[in-house]
Nanobody, 124 residues
Framework: QVQLVESGGGLVQAGGSLRLSCAAS????????MGWFRQAPGKAREFVAT????????YYADSVKGRFTISRDNAKNTVYLQMNNLAPEDTAVYYC?????????????????WGQGTQVTVSS
């Protein structure tokens, strides 16, 4: 089992920044891919960013590319999402997820474990 706990969400004005954290426990954190997803009210959960087990490979949704940065610290069993230049359309519940097996890295179905989510609200 893998337990994931997100933190760092909150209310921020447009143009501001937030840093989300996701602490993992359970299995060997450094052996699996991590991802961030988000879900706005009335919308499906969507891919935001993903990072390989080593941190050497990252991939972003076009909507956040150049504004968000995913990183990980395997010594701390934590993955981060630095969000800069936030816009109202970034408002959503943000979830971190762990892919223990393999699959399409932007697909929610490929990730076996999920956190409870943290709310990010961007005011205009």
């Amino acid at each position: 089992q893998v337990q994931l706990v997100e933190s760092g969400g909150g209310l921020v004005q447009a143009g501001g920044s937030l840093r989300l954290s996701c602490a993992a426990s359970g299995r060997t954190f450094s052996s699996y891919r991590m991802g961030w997803f988000r879900q706005a009210p009335g919308k499906a959960r969507e891919f935001v960013a993903t990072i390989s087990w080593s941190g050497g490979y990252t991939y972003y949704a076009d909507s956040v590319k150049g504004r968000f940065t995913i990183s990980r610290d395997n010594a701390k069993n934590t993955v981060y999402l630095q969000m800069n230049n936030l816009a109202p359309e970034d408002t959503a519940v943000y979830y971190c997820a762990a892919m223990v097996g393999s699959g399409i890295i932007i697909s929610t179905a490929a990730y076996e474990y999920w956190g409870q989510g943290t709310q990010v609200t961007v005011s205009s």
